[in-house]
């Protein structure tokens, strides 16, 4: 958690009341002077509508306009004020305060509130730990010679998403010149009621009358997701020791599309820009594409806030931006660039996300990286797999496997507690077998991404396979239901089926566990050879070197050593060869680290296959999986089934399809006894299984050159009678009816075509 000290709040004019002192993350508000500063919560009971408290408090005591804050907000309805008199006078004295909440009626921690009164004075300070402010003196005291009766000077009141104020910013969401502000108009009450200058802010329930700037009201929810996100990846960086508090503010732009900085609107994805990189004096920006802006977009925040954020935290701790070669492009992987370089940088930010979901956000599923589809990095990457796009996903997942153990995956084993399952079935599709089940949130907290482990037994009872599924929606608030759909492995007899929530532990597979903050530091301040002053691994060979002792370093292994977990971590990824069989790295035999190309070699009874060097795409190792809904558009559930290990590997997630969205499906690995299934799921319509295939089969159809024999699947659709999620969960669909049958055409193509991605930093 965050917790060094933030900017003094700031009162600037004429105003009477004293400055709003605040930390960034404080847990309680110090505020005016004189009265009581202590917070004293409200009744934080709520009904259960699905929507976060109201969280009111009463005026403070007498003197400066202390203030006692408002009790926490109940997970859903509303709480009770901590004070209720019957009656506030007409024109009484109030302090303007509230609690600032997310989509999902999380506090939203040091944002800027500020007042400006009728006669132009400004009074700001920043969220508390809940999300709680107080303005003391941003409401004037009445004019005892005024109509009692008269309306009140209204006093405009904004959310600005800095995080801190001017004087102590160290990031704000921005689009173009302009801080993104939400401003609603507070007055003085004038008739009976509690606390009438209470002015809550809540993504959630965006109130007729506020004025969202520069964006529109209803992309108000977008943005503060954006905040939370580059908040938790900031709370990553500062545990690491970055000198957060000490650098030029991060400008975040969201809906970035002008010409500066030479955003496209037709452009998916997202870059970062480091200071001075555009011109002198330029901040350092992270900037993400209109195309991307919905906070329930898949791969966010894993390959869009977080994903960047680690290009801005390794930026900050070395302050080399690594520019590439001329011959190389980002993300061109290892049939493409010449050197290691960009995949490292590219895959360092991989595992910085990862880290921020694991270690900030507390997945369980962390080493599952999201990007459209998700890429399981526990398992050993190469890096030529999927036309070598995969390098950089291998050097993540190296990463990984420096810092991992067994403990970082138990919790997978676990789901969150309150969500029950209500009820299993098994189903004889005309597609094929599928299991369906309901769970239900009975926990006062909203719970995302929840897994569900299917055993299936024969006719005997007998648990003869296991899988893992995942509920839809991956978000479910309070009292609210989900559901799990699940297709058995091909040729499994079913006869029932057990299941419970949360996934499978799987074993850490190798010897090796770094700190987190050890490994960042030998990566940091590795001086690289031959570059006296810059400092930072840049590329495979460099983080080897490193790791081994290079440069006075943290020396791993020693001499005599006759193999190193180091090495056969850098082996399993394919770093290089080992063609002496020794699990060692031998430069003279084994060549250079990062180019892993040799011929076919027996040693020692093993065969050591042919791999094709860099910069030779002549043949691939694995492929993604389109499929093209034509017009229409439709749940899908992909689960990733690995039966060889005890199902400890399996998993799913879900994406919803459209037009001709490609899945990111990335096949795992041959020889690992994988199989991918693809299940469509709509409200009107039973579920189909859409696709299915044998992970070693698909990687010999790609060898082979046959993959075109999956670009069609003909689905037959049955409507009615269906097993279908709550209706308001699920899109619509619109099938294309072709031979005067209820058939929809799917298309399922192997497509290896490259991630669209944007330039340099992405």
């Given at each position: 958690?965050?917790?060094?000290?933030?900017p003094?709040?700031k009162?600037?004019?004429?105003n009477?009341?004293?400055?709003?002192?605040?930390?960034?993350?404080?847990?309680?508000?110090t505020?005016?002077?004189?009265?009581?500063?202590?917070?004293?919560?409200?009744?934080?009971?709520?009904?259960?509508?699905?929507?976060?408290?109201?969280?009111?408090?009463?005026?403070?005591?007498?003197g400066?306009?202390?203030?006692?804050?408002?009790?926490?907000?109940?997970?859903?309805?509303?709480?009770?004020?901590?004070?209720?008199?019957?009656?506030?006078?007409?024109?009484?004295?109030?302090?303007?305060?509230?609690?600032?909440?997310?989509?999902?009626?999380?506090?939203?921690?040091?944002?800027?509130?500020?007042?400006?009164?009728?006669?132009?004075?400004?009074?700001?300070?920043?969220?508390?730990?809940r999300?709680?402010?107080?303005?003391?003196?941003?409401?004037?005291?009445?004019?005892?010679?005024?109509?009692?009766?008269?309306e009140?000077?209204?006093?405009?009141?904004?959310?600005?998403?800095?995080?801190?104020t001017?004087?102590?910013?160290?990031?704000?969401?921005?689009?173009?010149?302009?801080?993104?502000a939400?401003?609603?108009?507070?007055?003085?009450?004038v008739?009976?009621?509690?606390?009438?200058?209470?002015?809550?802010?809540?993504?959630w329930?965006?109130?007729?009358?506020?004025?969202?700037?520069?964006?529109?009201?209803?992309?108000?929810?977008?943005?503060?997701?954006?905040?939370?996100?580059?908040?938790?990846?900031?709370?990553?960086?500062?545990?690491?020791?970055?000198?957060?508090?000490?650098?030029?503010r991060?400008q975040?732009?969201?809906w970035?599309?002008?010409?500066?900085?030479?955003c496209?609107?037709?452009?998916?994805?997202?870059?970062?820009?480091?200071?001075?990189?555009?011109?002198?004096?330029?901040?350092?920006?992270?900037?993400?594409?209109?195309?991307?802006?919905?906070?329930?977009?898949?791969?966010?925040?894993?390959n869009?806030?977080?994903?960047?954020?680690?290009?801005?935290?390794?930026w900050?701790q070395?302050g080399?931006?690594?520019?590439l070669?001329?011959?190389d492009?980002?993300?061109?992987?290892?049939?493409?660039?010449?050197?290691?370089?960009?995949?490292?940088?590219?895959?360092?930010?991989?595992?910085?996300?990862?880290?921020?979901?694991?270690?900030?956000?507390?997945?369980?599923?962390?080493?599952?990286?999201?990007?459209g589809?998700?890429?399981?990095?526990?398992?050993?990457?190469?890096?030529?797999?999927?036309?070598?796009?995969?390098e950089?996903?291998?050097?993540?997942?190296?990463?990984?496997?420096?810092?991992?153990?067994?403990?970082?995956?138990?919790?997978r084993?676990?789901?969150?507690?309150?969500?029950?399952?209500?009820?299993?079935?098994?189903?004889?599709?005309?597609?094929?077998t599928?299991v369906?089940?309901?769970?239900?949130?009975?926990?006062?907290?909203?719970?995302?991404n929840v897994?569900?482990t299917?055993?299936?037994?024969n006719?005997?009872?007998?648990?003869?396979?296991?899988?893992?599924?995942?509920v839809?929606?991956?978000?479910?608030?309070?009292?609210?239901?989900?559901?799990?759909?699940?297709?058995?492995?091909?040729?499994?007899?079913?006869?029932a089926?057990?299941?419970?929530?949360?996934?499978?532990?799987?074993?850490?597979?190798?010897?090796?566990a770094l700190?987190?903050?050890?490994?960042?530091?030998?990566?940091?301040?590795?001086?690289?050879?031959?570059?006296?002053?810059?400092?930072?691994?840049?590329?495979?060979?460099?983080?080897?070197?490193?790791?081994?002792?290079?440069?006075?370093?943290?020396?791993?292994?020693?001499?005599?050593?006759?193999?190193?977990?180091i090495?056969?971590?850098?082996?399993?990824?394919?770093?290089?060869?080992?063609?002496?069989g020794d699990k060692?790295?031998?430069?003279?035999?084994?060549?250079e680290i990062?180019?892993?190309?040799?011929?076919?070699?027996?040693?020692?009874?093993?065969?050591?296959?042919?791999?094709?060097?860099?910069?030779d795409?002549?043949?691939?190792?694995?492929?993604?999986v389109?499929?093209?809904?034509?017009?229409?558009?439709?749940e899908?559930?992909?689960?990733?089934?690995?039966?060889?290990?005890?199902?400890?590997?399996s998993?799913?997630?879900?994406?919803?399809?459209?037009g001709?969205?490609?899945?990111?499906?990335?096949v795992p690995?041959?020889?690992?006894?994988?199989?991918?299934?693809?299940?469509?799921?709509?409200k009107?319509?039973?579920?189909?299984?859409?696709?299915?295939?044998d992970?070693?089969?698909?990687?010999?159809?790609?060898?082979?050159?046959?993959?075109?024999?999956?670009?069609?699947t003909?689905?037959?659709?049955?409507?009615?009678?269906?097993?279908?999620?709550?209706?308001?969960?699920?899109?619509?669909?619109?099938?294309?009816f072709?031979?005067?049958?209820?058939?929809?055409?799917?298309?399922?193509?192997?497509?290896?075509?490259?991630?669209?991605?944007?330039?340099?930093?992405a």
């Amino acid at each position: 958690p965050q917790d060094e000290s933030g900017p003094t709040g700031k009162n600037v004019g004429d105003n009477t009341g004293a400055g709003a002192s605040s930390s960034r993350d404080a847990d309680a508000l110090t505020s005016g002077s004189g009265g009581s500063n202590e917070p004293t919560d409200g009744d934080s009971s709520a009904a259960s509508t699905g929507q976060p408290g109201d969280a009111t408090g009463s005026v403070g005591s007498a003197g400066g306009g202390g203030v006692t804050g408002g009790g926490d907000a109940g997970p859903t309805g509303s709480a009770a004020p901590g004070d209720d008199p019957d009656v506030i006078a007409v024109n009484a004295t109030c302090t303007i305060q509230g609690r600032v909440t997310d989509d999902w009626g999380s506090p939203m921690i040091g944002v800027v509130v500020r007042a400006v009164t009728a006669d132009g004075n400004v009074v700001e300070t920043v969220t508390d730990g809940r999300g709680r402010y107080a303005l003391p003196g941003a409401m004037p005291e009445p004019d005892p010679n005024s109509d009692p009766g008269a309306e009140p000077d209204p006093v405009d009141v904004s959310v600005i998403l800095s995080h801190g104020t001017d004087t102590g910013s160290s990031f704000a969401v921005m689009n173009g010149d302009a801080i993104v502000a939400l401003t609603a108009s507070v007055s003085r009450p004038v008739a009976s009621g509690p606390n009438g200058c209470d002015q809550n802010f809540d993504a959630w329930n965006v109130q007729d009358g506020m004025v969202a700037t520069p964006v529109d009201t209803d992309l108000w929810p977008d943005a503060t997701a954006i905040y939370q996100h580059i908040l938790n990846a900031e709370k990553l960086a500062i545990s690491l020791g970055a000198d957060i508090d000490n650098a030029t503010r991060l400008q975040v732009q969201v809906w970035c599309d002008g010409p500066t900085l030479g955003c496209d609107g037709s452009i998916s994805g997202a870059f970062f820009v480091a200071e001075n990189e555009l011109a002198v004096g330029s901040p350092p920006i992270i900037a993400m594409m209109p195309a991307r802006s919905s906070a329930n977009s898949p791969g966010i925040p894993d390959n869009r806030e977080y994903h960047e954020y680690g290009h801005y935290f390794l930026w900050l701790q070395t302050g080399e931006i690594f520019e590439l070669p001329a011959s190389d492009t980002n993300h061109g992987g290892y049939y493409r660039n010449t050197s290691t370089r960009d995949s490292f940088v590219e895959g360092f930010a991989e595992f910085y996300s990862m880290m921020v979901s694991g270690k900030i956000d507390g997945d369980s599923r962390s080493e599952i990286y999201t990007i459209g589809g998700d890429y399981d990095l526990e398992a050993d990457r190469l890096p030529w797999e999927a036309e070598g796009w995969w390098e950089e996903f291998t050097i993540a997942g190296l990463l990984l496997d420096l810092v991992d153990a067994d403990a970082d995956y138990t919790a997978r084993a676990t789901g969150p507690p309150g969500v029950n399952i209500l009820e299993v079935s098994v189903n004889a599709e005309r597609s094929g077998t599928i299991v369906f089940g309901k769970v239900v949130n009975t926990s006062p907290l909203v719970v995302r991404n929840v897994d569900v482990t299917v055993r299936y037994m024969n006719d005997s009872g007998e648990v003869v396979g296991t899988q893992v599924t995942r509920v839809i929606p991956e978000i479910i608030a309070p009292a609210r239901e989900g559901v799990f759909y699940a297709a058995p492995p091909a040729g499994l007899a079913v006869a029932a089926a057990i299941a419970t929530v949360g996934g499978i532990a799987r074993a850490d597979d190798d010897d090796v566990a770094l700190e987190l903050q050890q490994l960042i530091s030998i990566i940091t301040g590795h001086e690289r050879a031959g570059a006296s002053g810059n400092t930072g691994v840049s590329n495979v060979a460099e983080l080897y070197d490193a790791l081994v002792g290079g440069n006075g370093s943290l020396t791993l292994t020693g001499a005599g050593v006759s193999s190193s977990p180091i090495d056969e971590i850098f082996i399993n990824h394919g770093f290089f060869a080992d063609l002496d069989g020794d699990k060692k790295y031998d430069p003279e035999v084994d060549g250079e680290i990062g180019q892993s190309s040799h011929p076919v070699a027996q040693i020692g009874g093993t065969s050591y296959p042919a791999i094709i060097p860099r910069r030779d795409p002549d043949a691939f190792d694995g492929a993604f999986v389109t499929i093209d809904t034509g017009d229409g558009s439709v749940e899908a559930v992909i689960q990733i089934s690995m039966p060889a290990d005890g199902g400890s590997g399996s998993y799913a997630y879900v994406t919803t399809l459209s037009g001709k969205d490609r899945v990111e499906l990335a096949v795992p690995g041959a020889d690992q006894g994988a199989e991918i299934t693809i299940i469509t799921i709509d409200k009107d319509f039973k579920p189909v299984i859409a696709f299915r295939i044998d992970a070693d089969e698909f990687h010999e159809m790609v060898e082979n050159g046959t993959i075109s024999e999956l670009q069609i699947t003909p689905i037959e659709l049955e409507p009615g009678a269906n097993i279908a999620p709550p209706g308001e969960n699920v899109s619509a669909i619109q099938f294309n009816f072709i031979v005067g049958g209820i058939i929809a055409a799917l298309l399922v193509i192997a497509s290896l075509v490259a991630i669209n991605r944007k330039w340099g930093k992405a």
